[in-house]
């Protein structure tokens, strides 16, 4: 069993920055990968990025990219989005989840995950 505790999220202007952290507790943290998705309200949940177990890969969905970048750090079991440029759109509850290793890649479907964090809220101002 793997627990995910996302936080970080907050109100933030358009143009600013955020960085949200999903710390991880149980089992070997560096057996997953781990991602971020998103629901707006009113919208079905999407994904967001994702990194390798290693931190060797790294995947973004075409809204994010060049925005958004995802990190880990193994050694303190967390995982990291550093949001860059936020724009209104990006406004949502923001959701961490962990694939094991040995998933397809890039694991972008909410199916391919196993566990999952009780989300951030990320508002974003015009």
């Known amino acids: 069993q793997v627990q995910l505790v996302e936080s970080g999220g907050g109100l933030v202007q358009a143009g600013g920055s955020l960085r949200l952290s999903c710390a991880a507790s149980?089992?070997?943290?560096?057996?997953?990968?781990m991602a971020w998705f998103r629901q707006a309200s009113g919208k079905e949940r999407e994904f967001v990025a994702v990194?390798?177990?290693?931190?060797?890969?790294?995947k973004y969905a075409d809204s994010v990219k060049g925005r958004f970048n995802i990190s880990r750090d193994n050694a303190k079991n967390t995982a990291y989005l550093q949001m860059n440029n936020v724009k209104p759109e990006d406004t949502a509850i923001y959701y961490c989840?962990?694939?094991?290793?040995?998933?397809?890649?890039?694991?972008?479907?909410?199916?391919?995950?196993?566990?999952w964090g009780q989300g951030t809220q990320v508002t974003v101002s015009s």
């Open positions: 989840a962990a694939a094991h290793y040995t998933s397809s890649w890039p694991p972008k479907e909410g199916n391919d995950y196993l566990y």
């Open positions: 149980g089992r070997t943290f560096s057996s997953y990968r």
């Open positions: 990194i390798n177990w290693n931190g060797g890969g790294t």
